[in-house]
């Protein structure tokens, strides 16, 4: 099956600077690669996702790039604030089946 | 759109107890649920794939006969923790899609079960 690693476990950044959270996966046919913040005893929410034809996506703030050949993606959140203090984790859908990354607790210093 | 509904949001009970947690799709049909555990500060871990009108399939470690999975309808998924145990208290939550290919997967609020 799939098996997703995110890094680092841990950041912390001042407020407004950037952020970089990166995972790689080991199924080359995943093909859809959501990032998903959740805070404390919440629900994960979708905040950008990618497909596997297009190599990056940009949300205002928050961009997604994917290396298919080196099976990485990485999250890139720019001018952070400190609401976006929370875990984020990357997700890969393989066979059917999502696999999570271990998860990245963002800390942005006001 | 796209509406996960989870209930109960928090249970506490009884060792021996069983427990069971609903997953609905407001809004949409969803022939495949997931359902996942979290423990404090780690990842969502997948438990079972719950498809509508078959037997749900379970990641491997998973106790078929602990972790009961019902998905009688396109807008209901059960999960049914049974005989409870303090090691099962965790975060329990489950997903859905509102698209056949699984993007994106939507997540009901989650439920915390405590077991005493």
């Known amino acids: 099956g799939e098996n997703v690693e995110q890094h680092p476990s841990t950041l912390s950044v001042q407020e407004g600077d950037s952020a970089v959270i990166k995972c790689t996966y080991s199924?080359?046919?995943?093909?859809?690669f959501p990032w998903y913040k959740q805070e404390l005893g919440k629900r994960p929410q979708l905040i950008i996702d990618?497909?596997?034809?297009?190599g990056e996506k940009k949300d205002q703030r928050i961009a997604v790039t994917l290396n298919k050949t080196a099976k990485h993606f990485s999250l890139h959140i720019t001018e952070t604030q400190p609401e976006d203090s929370a875990v984020y984790f990357c997700?890969?859908?393989?066979?059917?089946?999502?696999?999570f990354g271990t998860g990245t607790s963002l800390t942005v210093i006001p | 759109g796209a509406v996960v509904s989870q209930h109960p949001s928090w249970v506490i009970c009884k060792s021996g107890t069983s427990v069971k947690i609903e997953c609905r799709s407001l809004?949409?049909?969803?022939?495949?649920m997931f359902w996942y555990r979290q423990f404090p500060k780690q990842s969502l871990m997948l438990m079972a794939t719950?498809?509508?009108?078959?037997?749900?399939?379970?990641e491997q470690g998973v106790e078929k006969d602990k972790f009961l999975i019902n998905h009688a309808s396109l807008t209901l998924s059960t999960l049914t923790v049974t005989s409870a145990h303090p090691e099962d208290s965790s975060f329990y939550i489950c997903?859905?899609?509102?698209?056949?290919?699984?993007?994106?997967?939507?997540f009901g609020d989650g439920t915390r079960l405590s077991i005493l």
């Open positions: 997903s859905a899609s509102d698209t056949g290919g699984g993007q994106p997967q939507h």
């Open positions: 199924d080359s046919a995943s093909n859809y």
């Open positions: 990618i497909r596997s034809n297009v």
């Open positions: 997700a890969a859908l393989g066979t059917g089946q999502f696999y």
């Open positions: 809004d949409f049909q969803a022939t495949t």
């Open positions: 719950s498809n509508e009108g078959s037997k749900a399939t379970y």
